[in-house]
Nanobody, 125 residues
Framework: VQLQASGGGLVQPGGSLRLSCAASGSSFRRYTVGWFRQAPGHEREFIAADRRSGGGAIYADSVKGRFTISRDNAKSTVYLQMDNLKPEDTALYFC???????????????????WGQGTQVTVSS
């Protein structure tokens, strides 16, 4: 599967952005799709994931209540709605997918087989 992330940009603190991760290929619902971010000098950080086959969403504590992940299987796209953005949310955001993750592996970037290119999110006044 090929992934393409989009929707990043410059936003003021408190603002919102919606990221999209569009996938090519078939059987999209079979894939767990995760969002990760990486700021300069930092390791790649798990943000949220939508588990395959209706398994539900998982969020990092740092974004819980502010970010919402959703999926449209008909469009083979996963969205990340980001509200109440903070300067510390500034990073390069990546989406990733895998068809065989167990629950405990979902936040682990090393477990994902497919990655999209990053989309930059900058939160600044």
């Amino acid at each position: 599967v090929q992934l393409q992330a989009s929707g990043g940009g410059l936003v003021q603190p408190g603002g919102s952005l919606r990221l999209s991760c569009a996938a090519s290929g078939s059987s999209f619902r079979r894939y767990t799709v995760g969002w990760f971010r990486q700021a300069p000098g930092h390791e790649r950080e798990f943000i949220a994931a939508d588990r395959r086959s209706g398994g539900g969403a998982i969020y990092a504590d740092s974004v819980k209540g502010r970010f919402t992940i959703s999926r449209d299987n008909a469009k083979s796209t996963v969205y990340l709605q980001m509200d109440n953005l903070k300067p510390e949310d500034t990073a390069l955001y990546f989406c990733a997918a895998d068809a065989s993750l167990i629950l405990s592996s979902v936040p682990d970037a090393r477990q994902y087989d497919y990655w999209g290119q990053g989309t930059q999110v900058t939160v600044s006044s």
